[in-house]
């Protein structure tokens, strides 16, 4: 498999390509701001892009949809309760064959409605539910609650699967679920309205932890 992290620019957001050698099809997972390095970096692999793959539909991970629909005949998928337009609609537990490369779709609520991860061997792109360190942002009841179960199905999976945000907000640009299990603060808290409390005081927790 070819598995690469893209620094997209923006926020300091993350975006990816994933290549299945057997059939040479390309994924583009969250290709905004600079569509056109996902497309020529993709040929340049002696691939092609068959899907852009969007883990929500927040702006700054969709922005470059429009340009790969427009320049490219890859197939847009996206959650199914997306609110953007897509070509394909993936749901909890599916397998989204790329050739012959399984990427498995778990849908993680709670940041968005549409919020999903996306894995390829043992590789999670965690979009917004999971950043190296912390989390995506929340509301305080319906989101945090629905992200605090996310975050429980997520941490299911087995220790050595490494996580590649849709952020670079951590120490580092990727981990590891057993380092997040062990190190996140929000993964830590051992009750939701723990979990809440730290998001209601987390501009003050990191000052005093020193978390940039
Ligand atoms: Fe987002």
């Known amino acids: 498999m070819i598995f690469e992290q893209i620094d997209n620019g923006g926020d300091r957001n993350f975006g990816y390509v994933i290549g299945d050698p057997a059939s040479k099809l390309a994924a583009a997972v969250d290709p905004c701001f ?9 040929r340049a692999l002696g691939f092609r ?49 790329l050739g012959e490369l399984p990427l498995f779709i778990l849908h993680t609520p709670g940041h968005s409605d549409d919020s999903m991860c996306i894995r390829a061997e043992n590789n999670l792109i965690t979009g917004d539910t999971l950043f190296v360190g912390k989390v995506g942002g929340t509301d305080l009841d319906r989101g945090a609650r629905l992200q605090y179960d996310s975050l429980r199905r997520v941490m299911a999976l087995e220790d050595d699967v ?39 005081n987390w501009t003050e927790y990191k000052r005093k932890h020193n978390i940039a």
Not at 56 to 68: A, L, P, R, T, V
Not at 180 to 196: G, S, Y
């Open 49 to 97: 892009l068959h899907y852009v793959v969007c883990t929500h539909s927040h702006q700054d991970h969709i922005g470059g949809n429009d340009y790969m629909h427009e320049h490219t005949d890859a197939v847009v998928v996206m959650y199914k309760d997306a609110d953007y337009f897509y070509d394909l609609e993936v749901e909890d537990g599916q397998t989204l064959l």
């Open 34 to 42: 600079i569509p056109e390095f996902y497309v020529s970096r993709i």
């Open 162 to 200: 490494a996580i590649y945000p849709g952020h670079d907000y951590g120490k580092t640009p990727t981990s590891t679920i057993g380092y997040e299990r062990n190190h996140n603060p929000f993964i830590l808290q051992p009750t939701f309205e723990d979990f809440v409390h730290l998001k209601q």
